[in-house]
């Protein structure tokens, strides 16, 4: 059994948790339980989006939630913005706010070397 570090990046991921319920929350923690733990992920949980950046994906109830992150040197999992998917689609303004924010971290991480 694997495991990966899990980080988050911002304060993004943790503005996205206060907006869930402790239902919502738990599913969430199980998921990312998951994504520490297991070498493949089905896709139900998680879907690659494109440079580097991969969705978590939630459902509960009838409410979906998606949350961005990168794998950082093949096992820290950085966590990006989450938000309530209200559309089929992935909207593209979330997907280039991630894409924004991936390039901060790699811009702040190599700042500090």
């Known amino acids: ?4 570090t899990i980080i988050t990046y911002g ?5 996205f948790i206060k907006t ?8 969430l923690d199980y998921i990312i ?19 580097g950046l991969f969705e978590l994906r939630m459902k509960y109830e009838s409410n979906i939630y ?6 950082d040197d093949g096992c820290i999992v ?7 998917k209200k559309a089929q689609k992935t909207p593209i303004t979330e997907i280039e706010k991630a894409l924004k924010i991936k390039d901060m971290y790699y811009a702040d991480k190599q700042s500090q070397n």
Do not use: A, C, H
């Open 66 to 71: 998606r949350v961005f992150f990168i794998f």
């Open 1 to 4: 059994m694997m495991k990966r």
């Open 11 to 15: 304060e993004y991921f943790e503005r």
């Open 78 to 84: 950085v966590l990006f913005n989450g938000f309530q």
């Open 33 to 51: 339980s998951l994504l520490e733990t297991n070498d493949k992920m089905p896709t139900k949980f998680i879907s690659f989006i494109r440079d």
């Open 20 to 27: 869930l319920s402790q239902k919502e929350l738990k599913k």
